[in-house]
């Protein structure tokens, strides 16, 4: 099965409100990168954790190492934050990053 | 921030034919790799490269398939005949280590067309 498990598929909200997505991990992770790929396909890098918290503007991660899990909220939504968001583990295979399935976040005016 | 470029960034190509896709990697990296992304789909780890070889490669990574970094040059990704189902889009990405702080950094992609 996957080892990365990222929900929701899809996601829709209203300007000004908050929302989080989150990855479920299945075995040891070392860190997870977060992207927000856009509408052009660029992938663009948003948080990389390898533990604890982080936040920058609107968007804050968390990753917890020892529960295998991370999150990605959104406050305060802006049409710009539409998007498809990954989550992307290091599992320690090849130092390569393993990605979940992709979040399709669409804010609404 | 740091940027990898990728040449090019659209190629139609006709099935069995040959293509090169090229990568600039972030000029202090030493680690390379390449994703491919079916349109729509979630992000597969092909290969990683560093010091001249292969590293890991997944199922991905067809026979068909290779990769080098001639001199310091360009990363490229070859795929030599090319097939149908080799329509995709690839990223090249970067980093300068692995393990603790292993940051990747993505290319724009190469879009592959194979008919």
């Known amino acids: 099965g996957d080892q990365v498990e990222q929900s929701p598929s899809a996601l829709s909200l209203h300007e000004g409100t908050s929302s989080a997505l989150r990855c479920n991990f299945t075995t040891t992770t070392r860190s997870v990168q977060w992207f927000r790929q856009n509408s052009r396909g660029s992938l663009i890098n948003l948080f990389y954790l390898a533990s604890g918290t982080k936040e920058n503007g609107r968007l804050k991660s968390a990753f917890d190492s020892k529960e295998l899990y991370s999150t990605l909220h959104i406050r305060d939504a802006q049409l710009e934050d539409s998007g498809t968001y990954f989550c992307a583990a290091d599992l320690g295979f090849a130092s390569a990053l393993t990605f979940g399935s992709g979040t399709k976040v669409i804010v609404l005016p | ?115």
Not at chain 2, 10 to 17: C, V
Not at chain 2, 29 to 40: A, S
């Open chain 2, 1 to 115: 921030g740091p940027k990898v470029l990728q040449i090019p960034s659209h190629q139609i190509i006709d099935m069995g034919q040959m293509v090169t896709l090229n990568c600039d990697p972030v000029s202090n990296h030493l680690y390379f790799y390449w994703y491919k992304q079916i349109l729509g789909q979630q992000m597969e780890f092909l290969v990683n490269f560093y010091n001249g070889k292969v590293m890991e490669k997944s199922k991905l990574f067809k026979d068909q398939f290779s990769v080098e970094r001639p001199d310091g040059s360009y990363f490229t990704l070859k795929i030599q005949p090319t097939a149908l189902e080799d329509s995709a889009v690839y990223f090249c990405a970067s980093s300068s280590r692995t393990g603790f702080g292993n940051t990747l950094y993505f290319g724009e992609g190469s879009r592959l067309i194979v008919v």
